[in-house]
Antibody, heavy 122, light 108 residues
Framework: QVQLKESGPGLVQPSQTLSLTCTVSGLSLTSNSVSWIRQPPGKGLEWMGV???????DYNSAIKSRLSISRDTSKSQVFLKMNSLQTEDTAMYFC????????????????WGQGVMVTVSS | DIRMTQSPASLSASLGETVNIECLASEDIYSDLAWYQQKPGKSPQLLIYNANSLQNGVPSRFSGSGSGTQYSLKINSLQSEDVATYFC??????????FGGGTKLELK
């Protein structure tokens, strides 16, 4: 079955770079698109960026200058790197798969990882 | 970007009651709307897509409706396991995908 699992450091110092990994199973990254979505404590969901099945990327314009998403298809992993972290980047970070139906992209998120909590603090 | 506004932000209801949550888009999203349920400490789960199609495995007491800019999620016969925060999300114009602010549902 489809599974996604985020991993990464729980604590990052201000101004430093965050690196997260999303390891997927039960799907191929060459035929599935994966997004990163974050949620500050007690708040709503913010879409951050996507890596498409063809390897292309799109980012939220609010954080585009700080964000990079990449992947290693042989390891079934998607990576997030975000620099210049501030306290307002403290959040739960999720990776989520966009639905697929017989090769047709369904642009909503049908499988989510459990999330990883990242705290930005000195 | 399309703005999604949910109401109410929180609500309290009794077991067995019917609950309605509203979602307003800043422009016509042509029913390209999903609803998610997020239980405390868990990741969101897809409930409804295309405004009114139930995701596999979701109980039939959940239903979605709406068109244009106005959408709603209805929960019939509220159960204790329905205590959660509910989010709407548009996918008519992406990126970015945008979410409503959430509606926190509690038991009275």
């Amino acid at each position: 079955q489809v599974q996604l699992k985020e991993s990464g450091p729980g604590l990052v110092q201000p101004s430093q770079t965050l690196s997260l990994t999303c390891t997927v199973s039960g799907l191929s990254l060459t035929s599935n698109s994966v997004s990163w979505i974050r949620q500050p404590p007690g708040k709503g969901l913010e879409w951050m960026g996507v890596i498409w099945s063809n390897g292309g990327t799109d980012y939220n314009s609010a954080i585009k200058s700080r964000l990079s998403i990449s992947r290693d298809t042989s390891k079934s992993q998607v990576f997030l790197k975000m620099n210049s972290l501030q306290t307002e980047d403290t959040a739960m970070y999720f990776c989520a798969r966009m639905g697929v139906y017989y090769g047709l992209l369904l642009p909503y998120f049908d499988y989510w990882g459990q999330g990883v909590m990242v705290t930005v603090s000195s | 970007d399309i703005r999604m506004t949910q109401s109410p932000a929180s609500l309290s209801a009794s077991l067995g009651e019917t609950v309605n949550i509203e979602c307003l888009a800043s422009e016509d999203i042509y029913s390209d709307l999903a609803w998610y349920q997020q239980k405390p400490g868990k990741s969101p789960q897809l409930l409804i897509y295309n405004a009114n199609s139930l995701q596999n495995g979701v109980p039939s007491r959940f239903s979605g409706s709406g068109s244009g800019t106005q959408y709603s999620l209805k929960i019939n016969s509220l159960q204790s396991e329905d205590v959660a925060t509910y989010f709407c999300q548009q996918y008519n114009n992406y990126p970015p995908w945008t979410f409503g602010g959430g509606t926190k549902l509690e038991l009275k």
